[in-house]
């Protein structure tokens, strides 16, 4: 049974930092492409970084590029985005998905986590 499970949310203050881990089980991690998107209040849930099977490769969406890094450790079978100089807009529920495919879309997306919520006040 393939499990993802996120951690590291919280309520912060903006201009503060965040890092999110997701922990992968049941899967052979280094055969998976991740992703982090998010979700907010209302709205759909959007791309925001995505980091290829040993790490090689990354990419992120433009509202998080400068601040997000995404990176992976496939001895611990986790990945992590570390967020930096959060603003109000980041506030959403985080998810972290695995793919067999380097994609930035949800369908390309096989396995998903429960979500890890994060706050930015202002």
């Known amino acids: 049974q393939v499990q993802l499970v996120e951690s590291g949310g919280g309520l912060v203050q903006a201009g503060g930092s965040l890092r999110l881990s997701c922990a992968a089980s049941?899967?052979?991690?280094?055969?998976?492409?991740m992703g982090w998107f998010r979700q907010a209040p209302g709205k759909e849930r959007d791309f925001v970084a995505r980091i290829s099977w040993y790490g090689g490769s990354t990419d992120y969406a433009d509202s998080v590029k400068g601040r997000f890094t995404i990176s992976r450790d496939n001895v611990k079978n986790t990945v992590y985005l570390q967020m930096s100089s959060l603003k109000p807009e980041d506030t959403a529920v985080y998810y972290c998905a695995a793919g067999r495919r380097l994609a930035s879309t949800l369908n390309d997306y096989e396995y998903w986590g429960q979500g890890t919520q994060v706050t930015v006040s202002s």
């Open positions: 049941g899967l052979s991690f280094r055969d998976y492409a």
